[in-house]
């Protein structure tokens, strides 16, 4: 029972991405035939099975609204973040949807630092302090080669604000 009640507590807790030291995410808009998934599948309700009571199937959705938070898991430690899917707002109305998809630059890399920042940095100190500490112990330097050259990259000057880097 806690576990969804602080499943609950976290839902769209992405939406302080918008208010923090990390570039603002971009708003995505598709309209058109249902095509986005939410997150993996189509939109879509359970209902009881006519063949095999006490079981569910999924049927796609008529009409109706689907709320997609931040997909995220833990990998080897509680703080060693991976990025699933964006956020989305979903809106399917017969065959036809409007969704708006929260998409920020390197997204991988930009949600899995932000949960970092905001779920394990220092709440007490200053939003600069808070990203020195994100630096220093959840560090998003790669080298990528492209076959022909190496070159180092360092996530954070990608993602943050200016004032931050």
Not at 14 to 19: D, E, G, M, P
Not at 83 to 94: A, K, R, T
Not at 110 to 137: G, H
Not at 151 to 156: A, L, M
Request: proline letters at 6%; a positive charge.
């Amino acid at each position: 029972m806690m576990n969804l009640l602080i499943k609950k507590m976290r839902r769209f807790e992405y939406i302080k991405a918008f208010n923090s030291p990390f570039k603002r995410p971009k708003l995505k808009w598709y309209f058109g035939k249902i095509a986005i998934g939410t997150p993996y599948f189509y939109p879509r309700r359970w209902v009881d099975h006519p063949d095999k009571p006490g079981y569910q199937k999924a049927v796609p959705k008529k009409i109706g609204f689907d709320f997609v938070d931040l997909g995220w898991k833990t990998k080897w430690s509680d703080t060693d973040y991976r990025f699933e899917w964006s956020p989305l707002i979903s809106f399917v109305f017969f065959k036809w949807q409007i969704a708006v998809m929260v998409i920020p630059e390197e997204q991988s890399h930009y949600w899995e630092a932000w949960l970092y920042y905001n779920n394990d940095t220092d709440k007490t100190k200053s939003q600069k302090e808070r990203v020195k500490q994100c630096k220093k112990f959840f560090p998003l330097n790669y080298t990528i080669f492209d076959g022909k050259t190496k070159t180092k990259v360092n996530y954070y000057n990608k993602i943050l604000k200016k004032k931050y880097i």
